[in-house]
């Protein structure tokens, strides 16, 4: 069973900074694509940052480019959304999800993931 665990999330002020950690469990690490979504209330939920530890390719959206780092301790099974330079927009619920990484055509994106942990509050004052 494809289990996937949030943390890290919390208030902080705009300009700082906030580490998340999604601890997975249940499938082969280096077959799988980790991602970290997010929903701000009334809005989609939209793709942050998306990783592939078998080829290290990322992917991150427009909006989090040079502020945002994912990376992993693959011994730990474990994916990471470093988050620098925090904006109040910045606050939503953040989600981390899998997918088998054939299933992106080897291509790393945040499109179509389809094993979803529980979301983790993020909220930047301002």
């Known amino acids: 069973e494809v289990r996937l665990q949030a943390s890290g999330g919390g208030l902080v002020q705009a300009g700082g900074s906030l580490r998340l950690s999604c601890a997975s469990s249940g499938f082969t690490f280096d077959d799988y694509a980790i991602g970290w979504f997010r929903q701000a209330p009334g809005k989609e939920r939209e793709g942050v940052s998306c990783?592939?530890?078998?080829?290290?390719?990322?992917y991150y959206a427009d909006s989090v480019k040079g502020r945002f780092t994912i990376s992993s301790d693959n011994a730990k099974n474990t994916v990471y959304l470093q988050m620098n330079s925090l904006k109040p927009e910045d606050t939503a619920v953040y989600y981390c999800a899998a997918t088998e990484y054939y299933r992106l055509g080897y291509t790393i994106s945040c499109h179509e993931y389809n094993y979803w942990g529980q979301g983790t509050q993020v909220t930047v004052s301002s």
């Open positions: 990783f592939s530890s078998s080829d290290g390719m990322t």
